[in-house]
């Protein structure tokens, strides 16, 4: 199976400034059809999980662009433009290329400082 | 409006069996390839297993830690996604969720329902 590294566990960000967390994969997550599939969720407090970017890059209808995806191969980021505090809550990242089994990574916790 | 719609969780004793239900409503059932994903409490999302579409060979895979006791099946008349659990062990207690995953837009997930395995 795919291993999916995240960093760090936890995010502590001010209010209006940005913020960055990094997924890595211990293969790369090209798929033989040229796709990366490389998805990034987002879990409030209580809620359930909501996607936000799929296929590394791409935004998910109702997703506020400044939400963002990038990253090649193995190493992928979802950044926050300026941290908001409706984006309080758990983000992961999941690869969907080498299935089965999906993998997500362990989470990473954004709180405000 | 799209809903997805878990029931049936609840605590059973290790060794014993549930069957999870998911109706659905606001898009096309049929064609989605369904998934069912759990969370332990306090901890991170693991995937349970899949369905392909019936049109696409109706198909299941399952995660190694549940293959074998846990069997996903779907009703498209009723819109409704299955999961059977047998043999519950206590690592088993977890938030189940039916989510559809796609490659490309729109992925939809309900709001759980909670499955104890105690003694």
């Known amino acids: 199976d795919v291993v999916m590294t995240q960093s760090p566990l936890s995010l502590p960000v001010t209010l209006g400034q940005p913020a960055s967390i990094s997924c890595r994969s211990n293969?790369?997550?090209?798929?033989?059809?040229?796709?990366?599939?490389l998805n990034w969720f987002q879990q409030r407090p209580g809620q359930s999980p909501r996607r936000l970017i799929y296929?590394?890059?791409n935004r998910d209808s109702g997703v506020p662009d400044r939400f963002s995806g990038s990253g090649s191969g193995t190493d992928f980021t979802l950044k926050i433009s300026r941290v908001e505090a409706e984006d309080v809550g758990v983000y992961y990242c999941m690869q969907a290329t080498h299935w089965p089994p999906p993998t997500f990574g362990g989470g990473t916790k954004v709180e405000i400082k | 409006e799209v809903q997805l719609v878990e029931s049936g969780g609840g605590l059973v004793k290790p060794g014993g069996s549930l069957r999870l239900s998911c109706a659905t409503s606001?898009?096309?059932?049929?064609?989605?390839?369904m998934n069912w994903v759990r969370q332990a409490p306090g901890k991170g999302l693991e995937w349970v297993g899949r369905i392909k579409s019936k049109t696409d060979g109706g198909t299941t895979d399952y995660a190694a830690p549940v293959k074998g006791r846990f069997t996903i099946s779907r009703d498209d008349s009723k819109n409704t996604l299955y999961l059977q659990m047998n043999s519950l062990k206590i690592e088993d207690t977890a938030v189940y969720y039916c989510a559809d995953l796609p490659y490309g837009s729109g992925s939809l997930w309900g709001q759980g329902t909670l499955v104890t395995v105690s003694s």
């Open positions: 293969q790369s997550l090209v798929h033989s059809d040229g796709n990366t599939y």
């Open positions: 606001g898009f096309t059932f049929s064609n989605a390839w």
């Open positions: 296929k590394v890059s």
